[in-house]
């Protein structure tokens, strides 16, 4: 059995400028689970997707309140989207990690374990972003950059390039 529906209707469907090609729409649509798991009751609106594929009907992972999820973007496992916070592009979000806030995560970026997202924060192209750590504010987190153990990036800093922050 899912665990959620698509919500098709007018009042659940909105469009939105995609944030990098500015003359091409994206439709999504609100979600509504079907039966309850972890905090998530059946009936329960979540966030909003482009389609099925933007979040896995297995386990736990869910996009809450005003979240978005779009593009081939994926989230899976237990991982969660909170408040205004919005993935596209190919980004995987898996695991255990969370991402909030006015966070943006894009590209090719993977973010999993118990890794937390949040503020205006942005984790783009090739990067990754595991274990414990916590990426927050307005932080950059580019190209093939790792971010991984209990570290904690914060403030207005860039990581980028193969660097490592662990």
Not at 150 to 156: D, F, K, L, P, R
Request: proline share 1%; with cysteine.
């Amino acid at each position: 059995m899912n665990k959620y529906r698509i919500l098709m209707d007018n009042a659940n469907t909105m469009v939105i400028n995609h944030p990098l090609e500015y003359d091409r729409k994206v439709t999504l649509h609100r979600i509504q689970a079907l039966k309850t798991f972890s905090n998530v009751k059946r009936g329960d609106v979540g966030g909003w997707i482009e389609k099925e594929s933007n979040l896995s009907q297995e386990d736990n992972c869910w996009i809450y309140d005003e979240a978005k999820q779009f593009d081939y973007s994926c989230r899976s496992e237990n991982a969660c989207s909170y408040r205004n916070s919005m993935s596209f592009g190919h980004s995987i979000q898996e695991e255990d990690s969370i991402q909030t806030g006015y966070s943006i995560q894009k590209g090719y970026s993977v973010q999993s374990d118990h890794s937390v997202q949040s503020g205006h924060s942005v984790q783009e192209e090739d990067s990754i972003q595991t274990g414990y750590s916590i990426q927050t504010e307005y932080s950059i987190q580019k190209d093939h950059s790792i971010q991984a153990g209990n570290s904690i990036q914060v403030g207005y800093s860039v990581q980028e390039g193969d660097s490592i922050q662990a």
